[in-house]
């Protein structure tokens, strides 16, 4: 994965803003596997707001390290998990430059 790369929400998820949290449904074509639900933490709820296809890792990086006050490694390690863990839900897609 490099800092450069962009990538969207997939479509795969359906997602909604309730209160403070970000809950993140897949969308599957079998009845059975529509118990899945997540409920992302404050810091993997801002980088879903912004997988949109325009701003680039490295972007999503920096906005953590300014919104969170934290140090960039910090921030990239948590980009990076948050990055993995979607790609496993398959609720985003990289976009081609």
């Given at each position: 994965?490099?800092?450069?790369?962009?990538?969207?929400?997939?479509?795969?998820?359906?997602?909604r803003q309730v209160g403070d949290?970000?809950?993140?449904?897949?969308?599957?074509?079998?009845?059975?596997?529509?118990?899945?639900?997540?409920?992302?933490?404050?810091?993997?709820?801002?980088?879903w707001s912004r997988l949109d296809?325009?701003?680039?890792?490295?972007?999503?990086?920096?906005?953590?390290?300014?919104?969170?006050?934290?140090?960039?490694?910090?921030?990239?390690?948590?980009?990076?998990?948050?990055?993995?863990?979607?790609?496993?839900?398959?609720?985003?897609?990289?976009?081609?430059?």
């Amino acid at each position: 994965m490099h800092l450069k790369e962009k990538y969207e929400q997939s479509g795969d998820i359906v997602w909604r803003q309730v209160g403070d949290e970000t809950i993140l449904v897949p969308v599957h074509r079998e009845m059975s596997d529509l118990n899945s639900v997540y409920t992302l933490n404050q810091t993997a709820s801002f980088i879903w707001s912004r997988l949109d296809g325009e701003h680039t890792l490295q972007d999503i990086r920096d906005d953590l390290v300014d919104e969170f006050e934290v140090d960039p490694e910090r921030a990239e390690q948590d980009l990076v998990k948050c990055i993995s863990q979607f790609e496993d839900l398959n609720g985003i897609r990289k976009v081609a430059c």
